[in-house]
């Protein structure tokens, strides 16, 4: 049971490090207006962002506990959801609304994370 908690923690943890690393390439595109790779990089972040939320879909089973920390992470995953809805048409994008986006994303995942960190420790303990 330990084993298989720790490997779920690295799955998760893996993913997140994805995201993150595609959430930075993004935003230094946007800053750098290199705009020919702002396309091509929200497009893996969608794809990366949606790899991670069902990674966290098979951790935790958030449909049957009340507790407000699978609430938080249901409108995370809701608000994860509706930037990838909003972010995946082809460019041209907005690249200032982009930026704005990103930055509440990256607010977004990081409550995520804590919480995440917090079910994961209940897990292994």
């Known amino acids: 049971m330990q084993i298989a908690a720790s490997q779920n923690a690295n799955d998760i943890h893996k993913a997140r490090g994805e995201v993150l690393s595609y959430l930075l390439k993004l935003d230094k595109s946007i800053k750098q207006q290199h705009w020919d790779l702002v396309g ?3 497009h893996r972040l969608n794809e990366t962002l949606i790899n991670y939320i069902a990674c966290g879909h098979e951790e935790f089973d958030t449909s049957t506990d009340a507790d407000h920390r699978f609430v938080a992470l249901h409108l995370s995953t809701d608000k994860a959801v509706r930037f990838t809805n909003r972010f ?3 460019p041209p994008v907005e690249w200032q609304r982009l930026k704005a986006h990103l930055e509440s994303l990256a607010l977004d995942l990081e409550a995520r994370f804590e ?4 079910l994961l420790a209940q897990q292994i303990h």
């Open 88 to 90: 995946q048409c082809a």
């Open 115 to 118: 919480i995440e960190d917090d």
């Open 40 to 42: 091509p990089l929200t």
